[in-house]
């Protein structure tokens, strides 16, 4: 991968990769990290890619991998138990118009916001599926490969977060 | 709305985030100069970082991994890695791998952890440094040592709101028999191979009383292909009166099979007849540390944990690892179900059966009841619920659920393709 290459990357997959970077680590500095970090890994790995693969899988594999390797790394403290952070702070400094503009006209900003909070509140074994099939638009057996489960065991889970993210904005939803 | 419910996603998830420019640039910057072969340290945005004089650390490797902690805790660890180096340079290669292994103190593992406090505590006198060294197949267990006591870390843990300064630290160093490298965090292997390293106490139930329910938690990190764990908990030494164990096995959670619990006499063993790890040490702790008060109030707070059920970890993980295998048993591997082995361990909800057409954009609504199991509903399109070219007959999952931890009431939703293109739904339950 020459500097043009990656470039044409950073470029093509940039936006997509981002986004999915800052859902996922909710902190801004993290998903900075996240997001150079998958680069410069794809990079040292670019030699892996299956050519039957699509970059912008690749690179989510990588992300998805970091994530979870961050979430066990040495400095990072895991606590068994106690309570999960709400990662709800970064979603709160904007909802960019565009967002509003796509699928769905009747969502507010309001409504995007308190998706994006029940999805960030959503424990990580949901919450990659659900960011993989809805903002990355992957197909099931993508998703399976990516995150090392059976593709049913994706589809029960993107079912669960489904029951439990309607539960959750039932009355935002209703409004 | 509900049937809109699928494309609010979609809309809310959007990516939408631009990466800032200079971010981009820095990608850039960072590929191309390594590629050039400028060292790691030139490319750093910090005057120094003390991990490229050890390791060669490449100019593409993630930041984060050079960035963490302090650096005067990672200089540490470094500098004894390049005098580790050197020595071994002089010594055959043959004992290399040995040489190797076992090479970081207790001091040396906290300060790698970039918590110097420790690392002070575990060179002063309440240290105790153990050492002892048990093997189960490929694994080798290593007990390092452990220290207790009152606000000795730079790092302290909250519980419901309330800080827990009074903790118990051990050391644990975990390698690989024939001395493969055990991975480290950006191998693709890394976490892969899981242990549960807790303290448990002679007359305590483990599967009650072990580092989850001691409001316990673990940090760990690779080095030389050791992986080498502290594990912090609430202060076990007060029950210094009574056999105090560390055990290590194999497992994200605490599982019957490694350990015995005698009822009668508290004793907890190993089990000889256990196919994997699980090691178990007995601490050497003096009995003036132990403390009826402080014991009590731990044993009083577990308890009132696990009279919680949401705030059980072990009790909710082991429900939820119990009814994801019994759900998972029934797949086929096509991502359908096995109908002959669905209906050999299970029995139809009646009062759930129902069939459903889809709307006219080819969207499925369907939803159950039942007295007992509740109820559930979801919208979907036949795209999302079958695999590909699915036949008529083929069922999947919908999913698995049950009520307040409470496993008799596992249920797994169900849904049939029907020649006629409708699809039926149906609630089944272990018979």
Redesign the interface.
């Known amino acids: 991968m020459d500097r043009d290459e990656l470039s044409r990357c950073v470029e093509t997959h940039g936006k997509s990769i981002y986004s999915f970077c800052r859902r996922l680590a909710g902190d801004v500095q993290e998903a900075e990290d996240l997001y150079q970090d998958t680069f410069l890994k794809a990079v040292e790995l670019r030699g892996q890619i299956d050519a039957d693969e699509n970059v912008k899988s690749f690179l989510l594999s990588v992300c998805v991998n970091l994530w979870k390797n961050r979430r066990r790394k040495a400095a990072i403290r895991l606590r068994i138990t106690g309570p999960r952070t709400a990662l709800d702070g970064p979603d709160a400094e904007s909802v960019p118009d565009t967002a509003r503009d796509v699928e769905n006209e009747f969502l507010r900003r309001e409504d995007i916001r308190a998706v994006r909070s029940a999805v960030a509140a959503l424990p990580d074994r949901l919450r990659l599926p659900v960011l993989l099939f809805y903002m990355e638009d992957l197909k099931l057996p993508e998703i399976a490969r990516i995150l090392k489960i059976p593709e049913g065991t994706v589809k029960s889970r993107l079912f669960a977060a489904r029951k439990k993210l309607k539960k959750e904005l039932q009355t935002v939803l209703n409004n | 709305?509900?049937y809109?419910?699928?494309?609010?996603?979609?809309?809310?998830?959007?990516?939408?985030?631009?990466?800032?420019r200079r971010?981009?640039d820095?990608?850039?910057q960072?590929?191309?100069q390594a590629e050039a072969g400028v060292s790691a340290q030139s490319l750093s945005d910090d005057s120094f970082d003390p991990d490229t004089i050890s390791d060669g650390f490449?100019g593409?490797?993630?930041?984060?991994?050079r960035?963490?902690?302090n650096s005067r805790a990672r200089f540490l660890l470094r500098a004894h890695a390049v005098m580790l180096a050197a020595c071994l340079a002089l010594a055959l290669w043959s004992i290399t791998a040995l040489a190797a292994r076992h090479c970081l103190t207790l001091r040396q593992v906290a300060s790698?952890?970039?918590d110097d406090k420790l690392a002070e505590a575990f060179s002063g006198e309440g240290a105790i440094t153990v050492n002892e060294t048990q093997v189960f197949g490929n694994y080798r267990i290593t007990l390092l040592g452990v220290v207790s006591g009152e606000a000795i870390s730079d790092?302290r843990?909250?519980?419901n709101g309330v800080p827990q300064s009074d903790r118990f630290y051990a050391v644990t160093a975990i390698e690989h028999a024939d001395g493969t490298p055990m991975p480290d965090?950006?191998d693709?292997g890394?976490?892969d191979e899981e242990f549960m390293v807790s303290p448990y106490i002679s007359g305590l139930d483990p599967l009650s009383y072990n580092?989850?329910?001691f409001?316990?938690?673990?940090?760990?990190?690779?080095e030389d292909g050791v992986e080498y764990r502290l594990i912090?908990t609430g202060n076990v030494s007060a029950f210094a009166d009574r056999t105090i164990y560390i055990g290590v096995s194999d497992g994200t959670f605490y599982k019957k099979g490694p350990f015995l619990f005698d009822e009668s006499t508290g004793a907890i063993m190993r089990n000889k007849e256990y196919d994997g790890v699980n090691a178990l040490f007995v601490l050497p702790l003096d009995s003036a540390l132990a403390d009826s008060v402080a014991a009590k109030k731990l044993i009083d707070s577990t308890d009132a944990?696990l009279s919680d059920a949401d705030?059980t970890?072990t009790a909710e993980s082991e429900t939820e690892k119990a009814a994801?295998e019994w759900?998972?048993q029934f797949?086929d591997g096509s991502?359908a179900l096995d109908k002959e082995k669905l209906a050999e361990l299970c029995r139809v909800l009646p009062e759930t059966v129902g069939t459903f057409a889809p709307d006219a954009d080819g969207v499925y609504h369907f939803s159950w009841r039942s007295e007992e199991y509740g109820g559930?509903s979801?919208s979907s399109s036949l795209k999302?619920l079958f695999?590909e070219d699915s036949p008529a007959g083929t069922v999947?999952?919908?999913?698995?659920?049950y009520s307040d931890g409470d496993l008799s009431t596992l249920c797994m939703?169900t849904l049939t393709l029907n020649e006629d293109g409708t699809v039926t739904l149906a609630v089944y339950v272990p018979k």
């Not at chain 2, 494309?7 to 990516?15: C, F, Q, S, T, V």
């Open positions: 709305m509900e809109k419910f699928d494309d609010i996603l979609y809309g809310a998830l959007e990516p939408d985030l631009e990466p800032p971010l981009n820095k990608i850039l960072k590929a191309f490449s593409l490797a993630p930041d984060s991994e960035r963490d902690g790698g952890l970039q790092y843990f909250s519980e965090a950006g693709a890394y976490g580092i989850v329910t409001g316990g938690g673990y940090s760990e990190f690779v912090d944990k705030g970890g994801s759900a998972e797949r991502g559930g979801g999302y695999p999947v999952s919908l999913g698995y659920s939703e």
